[in-house]
């Protein structure tokens, strides 16, 4: 059974910075699509970044320049670094995984906290 567990996160203040992480666990293959998503309280679940098996990456127009997606595809793993944070980043960040097949794996979420 795959698994994608995510860790990082927390709370900060507006202005600094966060990352977090999503490992898969379990039998996961032909991972094409590395993302995350993030849904903030009474919004709908938005998309922040991609990053494909190539490495080409796509971001929110909110985010742009000031968040950064990257992967090591031999460990399954996905990244996020959040800088420049600021009070509207406060959500919780999923993470998704697309295979070829389009089939998606989601974390389970995590708090991301930005204080004014």
């Known amino acids: 059974q795959v698994q994608l567990v995510e860790s990082g996160g927390g709370l900060v203040q507006a202005g600094g910075s966060l990352s977090v992480s999503c490992a898969a666990s379990g039998s996961i293959f032909n991972i094409n699509r590395m993302g995350w998503y993030r849904q903030a309280p009474g919004k709908q679940r938005e998309l922040v970044a991609t990053i494909t098996s190539g490495g080409i990456t796509t971001y929110a127009d909110s985010v742009k320049g000031r968040f950064t997606i990257s992967r090591d595809n031999a460990k399954n793993t996905v990244y996020l670094q959040m800088n420049s944070l600021k009070p509207e980043d406060t959500a919780v960040y999923y993470c998704?995984?697309?295979?070829?097949?389009?089939?998606?794996?989601w974390g389970q979420g995590t708090q991301v906290t930005v204080s004014s």
């Open positions: 998704n995984f697309r295979n070829l097949y389009s089939s998606d794996y």
